[in-house]
C-alpha cells in the first residue's frame, strides 16, 4: 500500500469520526425536546388553589393580593410587598409579591438587586441576590437556578421603576423543612423581615 494511500484512509477515518462526535454531541447537548419549545431545565408548579398566582387578560401571571404577608421598605420610596409564599409538592418555595414605586420620582434599579454571581449577572435584571433566612434551622437559601444558571425569579423588569407603579414579580427557592413556619427574607436595600409560609 502507498504512503498516499494511508494518508488518505488516515484523513477520510479522521473525518467520519469527527463528523459521529459533532453529531452525538449534538443529539446529546441539544435543548429542543421535539415539540419544538426549548427545554431550560427549569421546573415549575402547577395548582389550583385559589391563593395560587392567577393570569391576567395580558398574559402575565398576577399574584392573589388579598392577603399581605409583609411590607418591606426600601430606598427612596420603593416597596417590596410580599402577597405569597407556598410550598410546591417538588420542594419549592415560591416568593410572589411586588415592588411598589410610592415615591414621586422614578425609581433606578441597583445593579446589586440581581446579585454578585458573575454567571447569573450576565443574564441580566433579575432578583438573584434575594435570600430566605431559616434562623429555626440556621440555615439561608438562595434563589435557585436553572441550567443556564439563569435564575428562577423575575427578569427584565422595567427600569427605572416609574413613580406611582408597581412591578409584579417572583423568586424560587428551596423549600425549607415544613417544621418551619416562618422565613426572613433579606434583599439589598430593605428592611430584613419575617414572613409566614403557606
Known amino acids: ?27 446529546a447537548c441539544g435543548g429542543d425536546d421535539g415539540t419544538g ?22 398574559g402575565k401571571t398576577y399574584p392573589d393580593k388579598s392577603k399581605v404577608l409583609g411590607t418591606f421598605k426600601g430606598p427612596k420610596g420603593v416597596d417590596l410587598i410580599v402577597y405569597g409564599a407556598k410550598r410546591d409538592s417538588g420542594g419549592f418555595l415560591t416568593i410572589s409579591g411586588e415592588f411598589k414605586n410610592t415615591g414621586t420620582e422614578d425609581f433606578t434599579v441597583p445593579i446589586g438587586w440581581q446579585g454578585l454571581e458573575q454567571d447569573v449577572a450576565m443574564h441580566g435584571r433579575s432578583l438573584g441576590a434575594m435570600t430566605l433566612v431559616d434562623s429555626k434551622e ?15 425569579t423575575t427578569t427584565d423588569y422595567a427600569d427605572p421603576i416609574k413613580a406611582n407603579t408597581s412591578v409584579e414579580i417572583f423568586a424560587q427557592f428551596p423549600a425549607p ?14 428592611a430584613t423581615g419575617t414572613i409566614e409560609i403557606s
Open 1 to 27: 500500500m502507498s504512503i498516499r494511500h494511508v494518508r488518505t484512509t488516515r484523513r477520510a477515518g479522521a473525518a467520519a469520526l469527527l463528523a459521529a462526535a459533532l453529531a452525538f454531541s449534538l443529539t
Open 37 to 58: 419549545k426549548e427545554n431550560t431545565g427549569s421546573s415549575s408548579s402547577s395548582g389550583t388553589g385559589k391563593d395560587q398566582p392567577s393570569k391576567g387578560g395580558d
Open 138 to 152: 440556621k440555615k439561608r437559601y438562595y434563589v435557585l437556578r436553572d441550567t443556564d444558571n439563569r435564575p428562577l
Open 177 to 190: 423543612p415544613t417544621s418551619t413556619t416562618e422565613i426572613g427574607i433579606q434583599f439589598p436595600g430593605f
